[in-house]
């Protein structure tokens, strides 16, 4: 393998650890803000910086609604 390869190999990794973030990021509905989905994004592609729109629709988690005991 080249050091070209193992760069780019390296950088594909980097990549997708900060989308892995984003990914746990958006799950836990941290949206925007220092360490949020938008933040990360930003990191991936700095090109996008003040382009996004983050309009997402708060509802009320299903798993507030669930039985206590389990059933």
């Keep these: ?3 070209d ?3 780019q190999i ?6 997708q650890a ?11 509905g941290n949206w925007q803000g220092a360490g949020s989905v938008e933040a990360l994004v ?3 592609d700095p090109n996008l910086t003040g382009t996004l729109t983050l309009d997402v629709p708060v509802t009320v988690s299903d798993v507030e609604t669930l039985p206590k005991d389990g059933g």
């Design 5 to 7: 390869q193992a760069a």
């Design 18 to 28: 900060i989308f892995t973030q984003a990914l746990v990021q958006a799950l836990e």
């Design 42 to 44: 930003y990191a991936l």
């Design 10 to 15: 390296q950088q594909l990794q980097q990549q």
């Design 1 to 3: 393998m080249s050091e």
